[in-house]
Nanobody, 122 residues
Framework: VQLQASGGGLVQAGGTLKLSCAAS????????MGWYRQAPGKQRELVAT???????NRADSVKGRFSISRDNAKNTAFLQMNSLEPEDTAVYYC?????????????????WGQGTLVTVSS
């Protein structure tokens, strides 16, 4: 599975950005997609994820401001970021959990895309 993220950039505080992440490859089934982020000097942290059946998980710091959506048919996920704050400045990493069948055995894998930089100026 390869993940291609896009949509990062520079925005002023209070502004909006939308990130996209497309998964490609064959022989797998995506279970969930989402984003983590890593700010300078900090650990990577969850932003938001969404399962194929629509269950979401979001960090408390982004609730009410960020929303995640998916196009399951296209294996694509979107992160709509509103009311951005300087504290949201980070490299955002697209992630996916996918499963592959090997006969009667199923294995789950975590995949990561390249990061996309989001910079929010004050």
């Amino acid at each position: 599975v390869q993940l291609q993220a896009s949509g990062g950039g520079l925005v002023q505080a209070g502004g909006t950005l939308k990130l996209s992440c497309a998964a490609s490859g064959s022989g797998f089934t995506i279970n969930s997609m989402g984003w983590y982020r890593q700010a300078p000097g900090k650990q990577r942290e969850l932003v938001a994820t969404m399962t194929t059946n629509g269950r979401t998980n979001r960090a408390d710091s982004v609730k009410g401001r960020f929303s995640i959506s998916r196009d399951n048919a296209k294996n694509t996920a979107f992160l709509q970021m509103n009311s951005l704050e300087p504290e949201d400045t980070a490299v955002y990493y697209c992630t996916a959990k996918a499963v592959k069948w090997y006969g009667s055995i199923i294995r789950e894998y975590d995949y990561w895309g390249q990061g996309t930089l989001v910079t929010v100026s004050s």
